[in-house]
């Protein structure tokens, strides 16, 4: 069985500031691919970024940074400098490469960031 | 940049009436998904299609749920007898493959309200 969970249902913050969203998953596959998504409040699901289980590098794009552990079972995601265009809900997805294609989300972080 | 487009993107039925929900997934894409989102809960799996027929399927895909390739670019997703619990939003997505290399697109979702 697959499961991953986002702690933090709300998170406010004033920009500018910096905002960790925290995702930490569950899975029996030794070989695994994590997700990150963008819901802005238009509804869509936005592609952030992948992750394989065999590359444990950290990745910074932009203003986003990842730091995945195997060892706590997290793939944590960090905002820079936030901006409001940054208010989203953010899901964090896995697939098992022995659970078929199906991707398993959590239950998504609400990130407000105020002006 | 090729994108899953979905049509319609709102809908209101009466509970009893047939849906179809329509996706135009990515030109170059083999693998088509459908996800469901409940108002404020998690993205849940619904069924994977690949080469004209289901690979995976959720319990949630019950026989009230059909999905069908109809043509060359069209992906559809038929609920026969609406429920008020099927009210959602529902997003397709498509990826090139599965495994290492496989991401999944996600189209801007219909929004199902059942009356």
């Known amino acids: 069985a697959q499961k991953v969970t986002q702690a933090q249902t709300e998170i406010s913050v004033v920009e500018k500031e910096d905002v960790t969203l925290d995702c930490v998953y569950e899975?029996?596959?030794?070989?695994?691919?994590l997700f990150w998504y963008k819901q802005p409040p238009s509804g869509e699901l936005v592609f952030l970024i992948r992750?394989?289980?065999?590359?444990?590098q950290n990745e910074i794009s932009g203003r986003y940074s990842w730091n995945f552990q195997k060892s706590t079972s997290s793939f944590n995601f960090t905002i820079t400098a936030s901006q409001v265009v940054d208010s989203a809900v953010y899901f964090c997805?896995?697939?098992?490469?022995?659970?078929?294609?199906?991707?398993?989300f959590g239950g998504g972080t609400r990130l407000m960031v105020k002006p | 940049e090729p994108e899953v487009t979905q049509t319609p993107s709102h809908q209101v039925t009466q509970m009893g009436q047939e849906v179809i929900l329509r996706c135009v997934p990515i030109s170059n894409h083999l693998y088509f998904y459908w996800y469901r989102q409940i108002l404020g809960q998690k993205v849940e799996f619904l069924v994977s299609f690949y080469n004209n027929e289901i690979s995976e399927k959720s319990e949630i895909f019950d026989d009230q749920f059909s999905v069908e390739r109809p043509d060359g670019s069209n992906f559809t997703l038929k609920i026969r007898s609406t429920k008020l619990e099927d009210s959602a939003m529902y997003f397709c997505a498509s990826s090139v493959t599965t495994g290492v290399m496989e991401t999944q697109y996600f189209g801007p979702g219909t929004r199902l309200l059942v009356l």
């Open positions: 992750r394989n289980s065999f590359d444990e």
């Open positions: 997805a896995l697939r098992g490469n022995n659970a078929g294609n199906m991707l398993t």
């Open positions: 899975t029996r596959d030794t070989t695994y691919y």
